[in-house]
């Protein structure tokens, strides 16, 4: 049975990753702000009889990052899977973008995917064999205005991804990043209305006019696409996939 570090996995496309891992028979550490996160993580484990444990480090702290792995390995036994999903956004014009926003969006988005695939790397290293797989977005692959801390965070994630993999080659470690488009989650539902006041548009007119335009597909992702796509890059079969940016997005990229 292998064992799966989700951050960000208690709301969203992490909680609905974590479902889909739990299905399949993983064991899974959920990292979470929610305070219902370890109701959450109960409800995991007793539905598909696996074992879930709850964390509540805040990525924006790297100590806390490296305790949630150091909880995981030590409860759990090791990590086989790192599924970097926690995730923050901020809209606004760069004139007017609060640098405490910049700022935890870069640690949250960012550079804590670089603390947890560090801190599980020794262990993944020793044992021959590793999946990390960061949820980018296509703001890794494309920009947009308003959200200058986000696609510099997810460009940077995508720098990342790569530089990993390159490293891990030797050592059975793959990294990857999915990039999806707009997913109907609670961090887009605020979106919509921050994007509605930065366009000065109904929140009807910024979803088919400003968050979809650029989908071909004029649908939102769903978040099972998502979590098949990363069962599918945690499994063995996937040994020779490694460093790259898989768009999950409507065509955006394609364009």
Known sequence: MKNAIITGGTSGIGLGIARLFAAQGYNLL???????????????AQEHEVRVIFSSANMQ???QIREMVQQAE??????DVLINNAGIQ???????????RWDAIIAINMSATFHASKAVWPGMKARGFGRII?????HALRASEYKVAYVAAKHGVAGITKVLA??????????NAICPGYVRTPLVEAQIADQARAHQMSETEVIAKVMLKKQPIKQFVEV???????????SETAGQLTGAML????GWSAQ
């Open 166 to 175: 390159l490293e891990g080659a030797p050592h059975g470690i793959t990294c």
């Open 30 to 44: 959920v990292n979470g702000l929610e305070q219902n996160g370890q109701q959450i993580a109960d409800e995991l």
């Open 224 to 234: 099972q696409a998502l979590g098949n796509m990363a069962l599918y890059l945690a």
């Open 90 to 100: 901020h809209v606004a014009p760069v004139d007017e973008f609060p640098e405490d």
């Open 134 to 138: 960061n949820i980018a977005s296509a």
């Open 247 to 250: 768009p999950v997005d409507g």
């Open 74 to 79: 030590q409860e759990l036994g090791h990590v």
């Open 61 to 63: 702290h790297s100590e």
